[in-house]
Every structure is written in C-alpha cells, then in structure tokens.
C-alpha cells in the first residue's frame, strides 16, 4: 500500500486587502485540511512509535488529519515556483512576523499583517500545516487529529512527568501538560498515594515530597454566585489536573510523576509535514491547491521548538518522501540549538521546552549526535551524524544566537563531544547572530526587566533572516554558495570555557552575570530509549561531567567577538548579551528561559568616571547623534557587501538608527 492524502479547502479569501505587489500582484488565503491514510508497515513509517497501536480503517491504514493554510499569488504564472513552509511553533504562525517585521498573528489576512512584504514581494508560495499533535484548539493555533494508541480493548499506560513553575502567588492549579494549550495525559487514577508531587529550589536540589494529603487531581471553576454571595468557586475532580489549595509556591520547581494513559501517536506530525510538502511540490492534478504554481523547490523554516522538530526530521529521514524523493531542497533552522524535537516518544508533550539551566532542565532534548557531522561520541562510543542521507539531505543553514551557547549547548552542533572544534559537511552554513538573544522580536519596545535581574536584549536581527533566504534559493537554484559559515571556534579563541570568558567579560556596575552555561550531563535513558519508550522517569544522571559546554568570547565591551555582528552590535549603545539571571524568589541566580540582557554604555565620560564603568562612553566612541548614524552605515554596508544584509534593509535600518534607535535605548547628551 502507499500513503495518502487528501486536500480539502474549505475557505479561500483575498490577503492584504488585494494589495498588489510589482512582481507577484496579489494574494489570496487558502484554509482547509489534510487527510492522510497511512500504512504502518511500510518502511516509510518505520520506526514510529506506537503506529503499530492505532487504529486501522478496513484497508488497514491508519488516519489522521491537520489544518493547513497556504499564501499563494492569484496569478499562478507571476509567483517563484517556490514553497517557503512555516513549521510554526506550538501552532503559531511565525514567518510573516520574522521575515516581514509584521505583527505576531495567528490569523494573517490585512495589509498589516504582510508587514514590509519581503516573501510576497519574491513570489512565495507561504504554507502552514499542523505537525504538533497535542495542541487544543485555541487562539488560533493549528491542530491536527491524531489517533491514541491502545492495546486492542485496553488503553495504553505508562509513567508521566512534568514540571509546574509558578510565576505569580495565588496559583493554585495546572492542567497535568503543565500548558493551558496542550491535551494531557490523564490519570489513570487520582488517589495521590498512587503518584508522586516534589517540590525543589533549583533543578539539582533534593526533591522534597508534598504530601499526598496536600494536593489532589481537580480543578477550580469560577462563575457568578446565588443567593447574593458574589462570585463563587468550585473545586471540580479532573483526571487532567493538578491542585494545590494553598498554591503553588511562586519560583519552586514542582514535578508530579504519575501513571497516564492514552498516549497520541505523536511522530505523525513528522508524517504529516512530509506527505503535505511532497503532495504539493510533486503532484499535478487538480487535488493540488499549487499545481498550476509549477513548484520546483521547497524550503522550509523553523525557529527553537521548529528548529529542534527540522533536525529531528532530517535525522530520521522524513525528507525523504515515500517514493523516496527529497522533500525539501533547503531548510533554514534558527535558535535550535544542539536540540531535536522529541516527538518519537511514548507520552510525548511536543510543547515543552527543551531544556534550560533552570526550566524544563530535566527534558531530553539533547541528545547525541548534536552536529550534522559525523561523530563519535567519547562517552557512549556512538557514531551518528544529523545529515546522513547524500540523496535526500537537502542544503541547510543553521543559525544561532548568543542565548544558544548559554541554554541551549549551541557549540555541540560544530564540536565534537569533547569540545574541540570539527569540519562541517559542504551541504551546511552555521552563522552564529552575535549578541543577540532568542526570540529577538523585530518590533521589540523599550527593554524591561519581567523576572529579571537585567533588561532584557533589544538588539535587532531581523534584516539577517531575509538575506539567509536569499542566499538559500541561489545555493539551492544556481548553486552560488552562500557566505561561509561564522562561528566561534577552539582553534581561533573565539569559543572559550566559563573561566575564559570570565576573565574577559567587563566589570560592568550592577551587572548580574551568570555562574555558566547550561550543562549536558549524559543521561541514563534506558533500553529502549532511543526508541522513546522505556525512559526512565525521572532520567538519572549517569556523568556528572557530561559534554563540554562552551560559550562565545566577548570583547571589551561585553559584546560578542565572533560570528555575525548586526549594525547595532557593531556599532552599539549596550552590552547585549544572550542571558539574563533570574530575581530573588524565583529562582534567583539561574539564568532564565531564554532571555537576553541589554548593559547601557556610560553616556558620557563623567558618567563613566563616576560609576566606575570600564567600557568607553557613547560621548567617546560617536560624539553626537550624527556620529553614531554614520557608524551604523558602516557596518550595514559591511554587511551588505559580504550577502549577509539586503541592499533593501539599509534604509530600514537607518530610520531605526535615528535619535539613538529610541525607543530601544534612551540616549541623552
């Protein structure tokens, strides 16, 4: 038997108010869902986790089905013959904000929402498709249906873990996903003598147990009172929630391991990208919604969690579809990371996130191989690589910013597992974003502090998104190479230990810095782990050490040596920097998820004397406001001479430039 998939649109309409762009015209908005039909002993299936445990229609093919949305030109002849796929991220659309500075929504369809118009302007064919099978619908989010594996009559149990922070006092309850927008395992029983709910400071502190008598399985539902009593509550028994009547205690790491039931078949979702994207670049009937765009290629992006589910996919073969065609020619993967997606796993939650110094930190997503090299990994005696299919692999730029090297092990996607520095396939660019932090959003206000003890990073990448894009359609159209890689290496003094960059980082007043990057221990991951079944719950830590965990040198000012300095790094106002460190009582001291720190220079020399700042004031460095605006010119050209910027984003750049970047930084002299 072969897959299938069937394509129904539901609703077409007009985008961006029928703006017409010079090269493409206008758009339209095509909604729907894909229905697929797969064979569980086919090999293009093999290896999936529980396939074999879902139900089968009478052909003895098993189904499920995801939302899909597409962007396409309304003349097929005037669009690039290109599909750009947006992996999303936990069911949000992501690209038009990222590589059109338009406003986050998961509902794009005004002219706003095509922000600057960059894909639309190329002839992108822009499509969405559901791979996170354990979303609720809500707030937009794409969603898909996924079969629950059973055994025949019975349903399927196992343990479960997962971890609640509390970020406000008052917090008495969790779905047991510990997300508002992710299903939950239920459990299989609430006697909370049959579960485990501990509590920690910090991730490597002792688990102290709360009490069963403490907390119970239910919910809090609230509504108008009676009998003039205002508002009233109800505490409601859930097999899908945790409650804790005094609260949750604001800043503590709580974990509940439990027995569960009902696991999806989650690996699907890898299924799901790879039958959609083959249907629409390979088929030419009119089942295909693109079928007269006449698709030559196919790129795909992916940002952190997306990122992570891209390697995870190349790792497993899902480009390669099952006729055995590539599936994308070239993948763009930014702030993943070392990460893969752990979607092949017994009671997988896609939505957690993969892991940080204090979050989450127990989550295996990291897990060798890191490089899309081969290796050998000194503590197993592994041998693996990310990219190991020369017929299917397609072309990859993989980019990274400095909270990667920090949280996410960024340096063991380009050294080996003892840290030192190794060749990248021919089919691979790394380009590391210097000083900038994670989620670097290009409409980014005034920095705040949130639960932190520094504001948080504002310097902006944005332009470098759209110029990697370019660069991968003329490597994968006419096999121009995109510019060599950047990152910091061993070998040059660019990637250094903790101590290292110690010694560099500047004195800077008031300045919280934190004790190291994130570590990888090696796990205990059982038998059949990598299979995802069997992993111990929770995973015991067989190493101490772990891999090497290196991190970015920096330059006097505190800013980051190697890599791709965007004109604000550069040229900057701050010290921006790829962490931030928790406040007290919430962890205080721990670097937080994945936000970044912006250090304002010393405005003027009598500043700088007075707080005893060691890095060169902003009256020093540009004199005036006109000083620093021909500074960002210059490292904008830079840029644009070497293909990392558009000649099209100088002028953006350069309004941005203006009274000192406000409202990013407030500048006075």
Known sequence: MTNRIEIDITRVRPFAERMT???????????????????????????????????????????????????????????????????????????????????????????????????????????????????????????MCLPVATLGDAPLTGSVRTEFIATQHGQTTFPLSGWTSTRSHPTVSRDTSQAELTRRRYPEDEREPVPPEDWCFARIEGGPGMDFQGAETALITSDTHVHIPSGFEPGWIYELVYTGRDPLVMALGHVAIRDLVSFLKYDHTDANPLALHSIEKAYCFGRSQTGRCIRDALYRGFNSDAKGRKVFDGVMTHVAGAGRMCLNHRFCNAVVPAGQQYEDHDNIADSFPFAYSQTTDHLTGLNDSILKRPKTDPLVIHTQTATEYWQRRGSLVHTNSQGNDIALPENVRIYFWSSIHHTSDPNQGAPTFGNCQNLNNVAQSSMLFRAMLDALDGWATDAIPPPESRYPKRADGTLVTMDQWRAMFPAIPGASTPWGPNRLPLYDHGPNARDGVQTKVPPEITDAQGYPILVPAVDNDGNDIAGVRVPMVAAPLATYAGWNVRTRLFGEGAMHEFTGSTFPLPETEGVRRATGDPRHSIEKRYGDANGYIAAIEVAAQELIATGLMLEEDLERVMARAKNWSAPLHDIRL
């Not at 206008?26 to 879902?54: F, M, S």
């Not at 600057?116 to 354990?134: M, T």
Request: with cysteine.
């Open 21 to 143: 762009y010079e090269a493409t015209g206008t758009y339209e908005r095509l909604d729907g869902w894909a229905h697929y039909k797969v064979d569980p002993n086919d090999h293009a299936q093999a290896g999936i986790i529980d396939l074999d445990k879902a139900p089968q229609d009478s052909d003895g093919l098993v189904e499920f089905a995801a939302e899909i949305s597409i962007l396409r030109p309304t003349d097929p002849g005037r669009g690039n013959q290109r599909i750009f796929f947006d992996y999303g991220n936990r069911g949000n659309k992501r690209v038009l904000q990222y590589f059109n500075d338009a406003p986050a929504c998961n509902d794009p369809i005004s002219a706003l929402h095509a922000g600057n118009g960059y894909l639309l302007r190329r002839g992108y064919s822009i499509v969405w498709g559901a791979w996170q099978g354990d979303l609720w619908p809500g707030s937009g989010r794409m969603t």
